[in-house]
């Protein structure tokens, strides 16, 4: 079972900071990576894809991929305490059809 | 926006009883998954569905499960002799294509709460 592990959390900042959100995943193989923003009672909902290393942008948020390290993270700047929700790290199967997903960290932003 | 949309919202069933769980992917997309989240855990997949057959399970998929694309628009998951343990957020997924090591996102549908009393 490839594994996609992420902190639960709570991650704690406060309005206006950067909240950090890591990722790492077991398969080296893995080549395409997702972050879903998950509201209580809710269902995922894609913030952002990365397929490359180095970072993507995209608003305020901002994917980096280290394939070499197997790590993924995601940057949220300006933090509204309306991103406060679960944030959760995909990563495809081999076959290309199943997302692993880790169980998510939940990040509260404070105002 | 184009959406996936899942029916209904919420079933409740008496253990023992069959569930079907209803799903209408977004239009142009041609891959389709169901996807579980049991309450405080992570979500898992279940199955993928392509040119009218399976093209990858996991393990929670057994017999006990079953997907059918009845008609052009429809994607439903059965669930037989439903479990106390089948209570959970199932969730639809689509995407424009599934081929091996894919880049393409899967978008989820609302979700249909399952509760197994």
């Known amino acids: 079972q490839k594994e996609v592990e992420q902190n639960s959390g709570p991650l704690s900042v406060p309005e206006g900071a950067i909240a950090s959100l890591n990722c790492t995943y077991s398969?080296?193989?893995?080549?395409?990576f997702f972050w879903y923003r998950q509201y209580s009672g809710k269902s995922p909902e894609l913030i952002m894809s990365?397929?490359?290393?180095g970072d993507k942008e995209d608003g305020r948020f901002t994917a980096q991929l280290n394939k070499a390290s197997q790590y993924v993270s995601l940057l949220i700047r300006d933090s509204q305490p309306s991103d406060s929700a679960t944030y959760l790290c995909a990563v495809y199967s081999n076959s290309g059809y199943a997302l692993n997903f880790g169980k998510g960290t939940s990040l509260l932003v404070t105002p | 926006e184009p959406e996936v949309t899942q029916t209904p919202s919420h079933q409740v069933t008496q253990m023992g009883q069959e569930v079907i769980l209803r799903c209408v992917p977004i239009?142009?997309?041609?891959?389709f998954y169901w996807y579980r989240q049991i309450l405080g855990q992570k979500v898992e997949f279940l199955v993928s569905f392509y040119n009218n057959e399976i093209s990858e399970k996991s393990e929670i998929f057994d017999d006990q499960f079953s997907v059918e694309r009845p008609d052009g628009s429809n994607f439903t998951l059965k669930i037989r002799s439903t479990k106390l343990e089948d209570s959970a957020m199932y969730f639809c997924a689509s995407s424009d294509s599934g081929t091996s090591g894919s880049t393409d996102t899967q978008y989820f549908g609302p979700g249909t709460r399952l509760t197994v009393l």
């Open positions: 398969d080296r193989v893995s080549q395409s």
């Open positions: 239009s142009n997309h041609l891959y």
């Open positions: 990365i397929y490359s290393n």
